[in-house]
Antibody, heavy 123, light 108 residues
Framework: EVQLVESGGGLVKPGESLTLSCAAS????????MNWVRQAPGEGVEWLGR??????????DYAASVEGRFVMSRDDSIQTVYLQMNSLKIEDTGVYYC??????????????WGQGTLVTVSS | EILLTQSPATLSLSPGERATLSCRAS??????LGWYQQKPGQAPRLLIY???NRAAGIPARFSGSGSGTDFTLTISSLEPEDSAVYFC??????????FGQGTRLEIK
């Protein structure tokens, strides 16, 4: 069974940093492109970026809205992907999801989602 | 950035009726469009990819059509559990995946 478990969310002040983790199981993580997606309260869905496999040099594609502030990384030895968020803004508040694109045909779609972790940025 | 505009914003229909949801792209995305369903308190679920392909386990009453800039998600005969928000997503620009703002479907 595929499991994606996000952790690390919480309440932070504007300008602070926070790192989210996503522990994966039930699939071959080493071959998985992993995405981060967020959803502001009552709002739509925003793709933040993807990190590719070691074979693909762990290339990261970021959304323009977070490039330069957010950093994605992975540790295949513990099947975990990370999202380091710096210089947080109030508008970064939302639920953050870790998402796996499970097949090559679906590599640009988002078909296996974690349950999400809530990040609240407030003074 | 490719903008996706969904209509209507809200749709209220009865069980058994047919639902037609629209998604329009600001420029051609070819067939690189997907549809997601999101119920309260849950993550989105992929329904349709590449405009018309149903994802694994998705009931046949869900179908997608369109190409270029105009796309449609059709639910042929509504069930009460279809009450949800539906989002479209483009990946024509795979370096900048974007979503529509959503259509809320209410089953009366």
């Amino acid at each position: 069974e595929v499991q994606l478990v996000e952790s690390g969310g919480g309440l932070v002040k504007p300008g602070e940093s926070l790192t989210l983790s996503c522990a994966a199981s039930g699939f071959n993580f080493n071959k998985a492109w992993m995405n981060w997606v967020r959803q502001a309260p009552g709002e739509g869905v925003e793709w933040l970026g993807r990190i590719k496999t070691k074979r693909d040099l762990e290339t990261v594609d970021y959304a323009a809205s977070v490039e330069g502030r957010f950093v994605m990384s992975r540790d295949d030895s513990i099947q975990t992907v990370y999202l380091q968020m710096n210089s947080l803004k109030i508008e970064d508040t939302g639920v953050y999801y870790c998402v796996w694109s499970s097949t090559w045909d679906l590599r640009y779609y988002l078909d296996q989602w974690g349950q999400g972790t809530l990040v609240t940025v407030s003074s | 950035e490719i903008l996706l505009t969904q209509s209507p914003a809200t749709l209220s229909l009865s069980p058994g009726e047919r639902a037609t949801l629209s998604c329009r792209a600001s420029q051609s995305v070819s067939s690189s469009l997907g549809w997601y369903q999101q119920k309260p308190g849950q993550a989105p679920r992929l329904l349709i990819y590449d405009a018309s392909n149903r994802a694994a386990g998705i009931p046949a009453r869900f179908s997608g059509s369109g190409s270029g800039t105009d796309f449609t998600l059709t639910i042929s005969s509504l069930e009460p559990e279809d009450s949800a928000v539906y989002f479209c997503q483009q990946c024509s620009n795979w370096l900048s995946i974007t979503f529509g703002q959503g259509t809320r479907l209410e089953i009366k």
